[in-house]
């Protein structure tokens, strides 16, 4: 029971355009949520994140909006950079404290 | 730089066999985290202990898995008897804040790919 989807698992962008990545969650008690940028052979690293109580957050190229109603998220990555190529995983914390990945988009930026 | 550490990198092993993994968290870092990610999937949280403490390990499939922190530093997953489905990545992470944030603090080792025949 996937309870963070991610429904495109892949994406190609030209350099300089956006790069709008989905992130949709069937939980209501889902209260924190993040996103997290994999590379090959490593481990994920930390992008930004958002609490429930925002609908946007912000920081330089990347920005985070969340639609509580429709339980949905989505990262904003402008402008899109040949270094952003990676995968892409949201995840949520909820009420209890309870932590899940989605299953991840792979980004490709094209020069 | 500080990495969490993890060993192997690579195991197989066969089926109904006992596996084990190992990591080593940042130094000062109290929460430790492993995770299970299958190919094509995202990362699943298997346990979480803060120091030596377990704090969630509610998707431990506790009748083949366990983990321990005994002085709350390093840790080792072990599985016993290993099934063909258990065949992923397992990761290890750590973070040192406390509430919400330690999550945006999360530093991830490399992993074990695990392969069972």
């Known amino acids: 029971d996937q309870q963070v989807k991610q429904n495109s698992p892949s994406l190609s962008v030209q350099e300089g355009r956006i790069s709008i990545l989905n992130c949709d969650y069937t939980?209501?008690?889902?209260?924190?949520f993040l996103w997290y940028k994999k590379y090959p052979a490593e481990g994920p690293t930390f992008l930004i994140s958002?609490?429930?109580?925002?609908d946007k957050n912000e920081d330089g190229r990347f920005t985070v909006f969340l639609n509580k109603s429709a339980k949905h998220l989505s990262l904003h990555i402008v402008p899109s950079q040949p270094g952003d190529s990676a995968v892409y995983f949201c995840a949520a914390l909820n009420t209890g404290n309870q932590f899940y990945f989605g299953t991840g988009t792979s980004l490709t930026v094209i020069p | 730089e500080a990495e969490v550490a993890q060993s192997p990198r690579y195991k197989i092993t066969e089926k109904s066999q006992a596996v084990a993994f190992w990591c080593d968290p940042i130094?000062?870092?109290?929460?430790l985290y492993w995770y299970r990610q299958i190919l094509g999937q995202g990362p699943e949280l298997l346990v979480q202990f803060q120091d030596e403490s377990v704090v969630d390990d509610s998707q431990l499939p506790k009748d083949r898995f366990s983990a321990e922190r005994l002085k709350g530093v390093d840790s080792t997953l072990k599985i016993q008897p290993a099934e063909l489905g258990d065949s992923a990545m397992y990761l290890c992470?750590?973070?040192?804040?406390?509430?919400?944030?330690?999550?945006?603090?999360?530093?991830f080792g490399p992993g074990t790919r695990l392969t069972v025949l």
């Open positions: 939980n209501s008690m889902f209260d924190y």
């Open positions: 130094s000062g870092h109290a929460t």
């Open positions: 958002i609490s429930s109580i925002k």
């Open positions: 992470a750590s973070s040192v804040g406390q509430g919400r944030a330690r999550y945006n603090e999360q530093f």
